[in-house]
Nanobody, 115 residues
């Protein structure tokens, strides 16, 4: 059974940085695409960034140049480095693993950007 556990969220001031981590288990991690999504109150969940098993990355336009997704297949972990954070980045951030046609989700980690 796939399990995804996020960590690294918290409160940060505008312009600050955070690094989110997602530890995965229960699947052949290196073969699967991984992604970070976020959901702000009253809004739909949206893609932030994704990385394929081969290392190709994809970013939402609103985070390009500020966020970086990476993966360490030796640790079954995917990361999201977030720099130059803005108040509008405030949301619950969810880790996603795509296995074939199935999507698996973590419970999420809260990121709050506020002064």
């Amino acid at each position: 059974q796939v399990q995804l556990v996020e960590s690294g969220g918290g409160l940060v001031q505008p312009g600050g940085s955070l690094r989110l981590s997602c530890a995965a288990s229960g699947s052949r991690f290196s073969f699967n695409s991984m992604g970070w999504y976020r959901q702000a109150p009253g809004k739909q969940r949206e893609l932030v960034a994704a990385v394929t098993g081969g290392g190709s990355t994809n970013y939402a336009g609103f985070v390009k140049g500020r966020f970086t997704i990476s993966r360490d297949n030796t640790k079954n972990t995917v990361y999201l480095q977030m720099n130059s954070l803005k108040p509008e980045d405030t949301a619950v951030y969810y880790c996603n693993m795509r296995v074939g046609f199935n999507d698996y989700w973590g419970r999420g980690t809260q990121v709050t950007v506020s002064s």
